[in-house]
């Protein structure tokens, strides 16, 4: 019960936290400097120049379109999803709107910049505790599931998101879409960076080698790691063979690797970089940490 209690109020400080840096970069850099962004809030800045309606308004009513859209076609389970994005960041939206406070003006590219930093870094905060936007990624699950399943959600959202961007440059001009990709491109690049860190902090080793059970006792007993092993078979030779596999930090495979070519220099050795990391083990995230119950 304490754990549930102290899970859900990580989720609250998390959600607030994401929906009022979201906010803040929308109403006080991307909309005073004239840029514009992919997805909803793009949508609603360009038909807010067409109509006179506020964007915010226009917000709020995309996103219970969405919302309306994913309960009836998609049901229960996927609205639930976003249900609680779709009534509090509108809502936050429009009261960081009302404050009305321009954070930076007349420099677009400094704008261009803050913006992506600053909004990615909010929606990954929200997308960490494993919350929905209930955006164009929700546009593009319904397109995938009910017209173009042969098309991959990702392929979708991106050619959303371009099409977003290009009617910009019809609206506005040319340099307003150009901009708009680098905000999305910064953007994106922030959300990774709160998802995963910065760079990989664990490697995945890949060892064959004539000394396994040296190498395995020294991974366990030593290093305090786990492996797991399977059989491989040679492509050219044909020899059926045992692969060594543990996930480490970049330092712990240095010493591995210092190991083995000390009791076997003919060994195969490779290494590759490791995202994320989720399950029990030193330095692993849990599974339960950022899950939403």
Not at 59 to 81: D, F, H, N, P, Q
Request: aromatic letters at 10%; proline letters at 2%.
């Amino acid at each position: 019960m304490k754990k549930d209690y102290q899970k859900h109020l990580l989720d609250g400080i998390y959600l607030i936290v994401g929906c009022a840096l979201l906010a803040f970069a929308i109403t006080s850099i991307l909309k005073p400097n004239g840029l514009i962004t992919g997805g909803i809030t793009g949508l609603s800045i360009i038909l807010d120049q067409l109509t006179g309606i506020k964007y915010t308004y226009l917000y709020y009513g995309l996103t219970m379109l969405v919302l309306i859209s994913a309960w009836l076609l998609m049901g229960k389970r996927e609205a639930g999803k976003i249900i609680l994005l779709s009534v509090l960041f509108p809502l936050v939206l429009i009261c960081f709107e009302a404050a009305n406070v321009d954070f930076i003006e007349n420099d677009t590219i400094l704008a261009s910049i803050y913006y992506g930093i600053i909004a990615g870094a909010g929606c990954g905060l929200i997308l960490k505790r494993g919350f929905s936007m209930g955006g164009t990624d929700t546009i593009a699950k319904l397109i995938h599931y009910r017209l173009f399943p042969f098309i991959s959600i990702s392929q979708i959202l991106f050619g959303i998101d371009l099409a977003v961007i290009m009617s910009s440059a019809l609206i506005y001009d040319r340099n307003v879409a150009l901009y708009a990709i680098l905000t999305q491109i910064i953007m994106i690049k922030a959300i990774d960076l709160v998802l995963f860190g910065f760079g990989s902090k664990n490697v995945k080793i890949e060892i064959i080698s004539e000394k396994n059970d040296e190498i395995v006792d020294y991974i366990l007993n030593t290093i305090k790691r786990g492996i797991s092993t399977y059989e491989i078979k040679g492509g050219y030779t044909n020899a059926t063979r045992q692969k060594i596999i543990s996930v480490c930090s970049p330092r712990e495979t240095m010493l591995i690797k210092m190991f083995i070519a000390q009791i076997d220099p003919n060994a195969f050795v490779d290494v590759l970089p490791v995202i994320s990391v989720w399950g029990k083990g030193i330095g692993f995230e849990s599974l339960l940490e950022d899950a939403q119950v």
